[in-house]
């Protein structure tokens, strides 16, 4: 049976066939004369940065303003124009000067700084997880830093530093413990990230148990004391500590522009990447060395503050993609802006008073976060 | 470039799924690798594209250094990602990547999506697209890393017969203009009979035979590897047609 192919001419309106077009090339170096005008992906590719450097730019300008807003408020009750002038080193008044130098300017910056950590090292573990729920909350990180913190609080396991850094450091420690266990447990096998996830999972029971465990022996006053650390709260800011969390978010720059590409090849699986010659198990390895460091630095100093390092992304991710040199330093900035909000929520709300960040950010962040993916038609995430 | 494979095993956990096979790709030439599911097909292009550890040798051109440009194209594609088809198929061309893109690596990008009719869609997220736009995509990703060796698994699964037809000219076409090796997973015998030069026949990690077309698919072979009873005709332009008739 011959079938005669000319019954069925292909219809003039179908756009020409890639073999077509293979076969009789337009001229794609037409659109490119010698003058170097661009061709359209070239076009295309400027107009997506330029956009992405404008989100970028805006979430910059918005912290920028948090951070005014964030020194500008608080408890004290100063007219704008005494901080102002205190800032810019023109203050009058002595008190004037000590509140806003050594409680408020710090405190705002840290909220800053802790922000941009959180949502770093939430946005690295999304990605290397291949997850959107994935955080230093929901993979026991930060419960192993609250329970490294109630270890000093309860028991007063203390190693030789000064006392203000004595619980820092434990939960420091304990942060690392967690993500090297996570790590550890995960890669034993095939290094998988639904295998890390469930360590991750483990490890976050785990943890609440043994602090759970602490909690039941605590004396009263530990118990209290114990509960408001893992509220979170800046009230404990100084410039010292700004100087450290800011130096690890520095030292982790030049790793993460230097592994910024082979992340985002990890968004595309495992097995892709690695065919695109990327050392899968050494980039995971890099890259939980920084989320410990980064979110250790960070709850170390100000508690557990949860969810920054999960909305940050989502909120990165919709606005910029997944192409990590953007999304990473998005993830940062919004991270902040978010913190820098909720610092000056935490001082508003209550007039006089301020309610612990850790409370604020969930209360605040739950209904913005539900509000986030309801309106996001682009569920592929 | 002329892959010589030797005495390749692999093995998942305890099972072993090649337990030792010998397979030769000449430069310039289209190999279809076919063969019922379960043959071991994917672990052989995983195993020569590196992704898979494996025993035996692999030889390019007679050295073990693997080419540091191969189009690697998965059966497994990634879907749900926030990456638009521009930056998937930049990232085929990763080790050459700065920070800031060239110029010479967006107009590779421009030049394979171009081809592959991909252009309209160069500013859409992965995770908007079917699954045969995906599969197009992969292909282009494959392509811009200006692979000396192709390997690609099943990279027509999901596509209709007009773009399954055109992506085979396409690479076809690759493999002929720029002396590429082109390994394909196909497991439609007769788009194997009518674009390889070449087609390896797998049954449970083994090569049961290597050939023409011509020599290799026919009755005998189809109905003691895949359990098939089939008839063969001839189209019009000389190539043959494999018609399925019932399972044996």
Redesign the interface.
């Known amino acids: 049976m011959?079938?005669d192919?000319m019954r069925f001419p292909r219809p003039a309106s179908l756009?020409p066939?890639?073999?077509e077009?293979?076969a009789a090339p337009?001229p794609?170096t037409a659109s490119?004369d010698v003058r170097g005008r661009?061709?359209?992906?070239?076009q295309?590719?400027a107009a997506?940065a330029w956009r992405r450097a404008a989100v970028l730019l805006f979430g910059a300008a918005c912290a920028v303003l948090g951070l005014v807003l964030d020194v500008a408020t608080g408890p004290a009750l100063l007219s704008v124009s005494d901080v102002a002038a205190s800032v810019l080193g023109l203050a009058q008044d002595r008190t004037v000067d000590a509140i806003v130098w050594s409680i408020r300017l710090p405190t705002a910056l840290v909220a800053l700084v802790v922000g941009a950590a959180l949502g770093l090292s939430g946005a690295i573990m999304q990605t290397i997880l291949n997850n959107p729920l994935a955080s230093s909350y929901t993979l026991g990180v930060s419960a192993g830093a609250g329970f490294g913190a109630a270890l000093v609080i309860v028991l007063g396991v203390m190693l030789p530093v000064p006392e203000a850094y004595a619980i820092p450091l434990m939960a420091f420690l304990f942060a690392c413990l967690a993500c090297a266990g996570v790590y550890g447990i995960g890669s034993s096998r095939d290094s998988s990230p639904q295998m890390l996830l469930l360590a991750g999972i483990a490890l976050l029971f785990l943890f609440q148990a043994l602090l759970a465990l602490l909690q039941f022996v605590a004396s009263p006053e530990a118990l209290q004391q114990i509960v408001f650390w893992l509220f979170g709260s800046l009230q404990k800011a100084s410039w010292s500590k700004l100087w450290i969390i800011s130096a690890v978010l520095v030292l982790c720059l030049p790793v993460l522009?230097a592994d910024?590409?082979?992340l985002?090849?990890l968004?595309?699986?495992d097995?892709?990447a690695?065919?695109?010659?990327?050392d899968v198990r050494r980039l995971r390895l890099r890259s939980f060395a920084l989320i410990s460091a980064l979110t250790g630095v960070a709850v170390a100093f100000v508690g557990t503050i949860g969810f920054v390092g999960l909305v940050a992304p989502h909120i990165a991710?919709m606005l910029v993609?997944?192409?990590q040199?953007s999304f990473l330093p998005a993830s940062a900035l919004y991270g902040a802006l978010l913190l820098s909000a909720a610092s000056i929520a935490s001082k508003t709300v209550l007039p006089g008073a301020i309610v612990p960040i850790g409370i604020v950010t969930s209360l605040v962040g739950v209904p913005f976060f539900i509000w986030l993916i309801m309106r996001n038609r682009?569920a592929?995430? | 470039m002329r892959v010589t494979v030797k005495d390749l095993t692999v093995r998942y956990g305890a099972t072993e799924v090649i337990p030792g096979l010998d397979l030769v790709a000449e430069a310039g030439e289209v190999l279809a690798v076919i063969g019922p599911n379960g043959s071991g097909k994917s672990s052989l292009i995983?195993a020569i594209?590196?992704?898979m550890p494996h025993g035996g040798s692999i030889a390019f051109d007679g050295t073990p250094m693997r080419p540091?440009r191969?189009g690697?194209m998965?059966q497994?594609?990634?879907?749900?990602?926030?990456?638009?088809v521009?930056?998937?198929v930049l990232?085929?061309r990763?080790?050459r990547?700065g920070?800031r893109?060239g110029?010479a690596d967006?107009?590779a990008?421009?030049?394979v999506?171009?081809?592959?009719?991909l252009?309209a869609l160069?500013?859409r997220?992965l995770?908007?697209l079917s699954g045969g736009q995906r599969q197009l995509v992969?292909l282009a990703q494959a392509l811009a890393s200006e692979p000396a060796l192709l390997l690609l698994d099943e990279p027509i699964s999901a596509l209709d017969i007009?773009?399954q037809?055109?992506?085979m000219?396409?690479v076809l076409?690759a493999t002929r203009e720029r002396g590429l090796t082109t390994l394909v997973v196909l497991h439609d015998l007769n788009v194997a009979a009518r674009f390889a030069d070449a087609i390896a026949v797998m049954q449970r990690g083994c090569l049961v035979c290597h050939g023409s077309p011509a020599a290799t698919i026919e009755p005998a072979m189809v109905a003691s590897v895949f359990a098939v009873q089939a008839a063969m005709s001839m189209a019009?332009d000389g190539k043959p047609i494999m018609t399925p008739l019932r399972a044996l």
């Open positions: 011959s079938v192919l756009p066939s890639p073999a077009r293979l337009v794609r490119r661009q061709g359209e992906i070239a295309l590719y997506m522009v910024a590409w082979r985002t090849a968004k595309l699986g097995e892709r690695r065919g695109l010659g990327v991710r993609g997944e192409d040199r682009r592929f995430w | 995983k594209a590196g992704v540091s191969i690697y998965p497994d594609i990634a879907g749900r990602t926030a990456l638009t521009l930056e998937t990232l085929g990763l080790g990547l920070l893109v110029a967006l107009d990008v421009e030049a999506l171009h081809d592959l009719g252009m160069a500013s997220y995770g908007e992969f007009r773009h037809l055109a992506v000219e396409i076409g019009p």
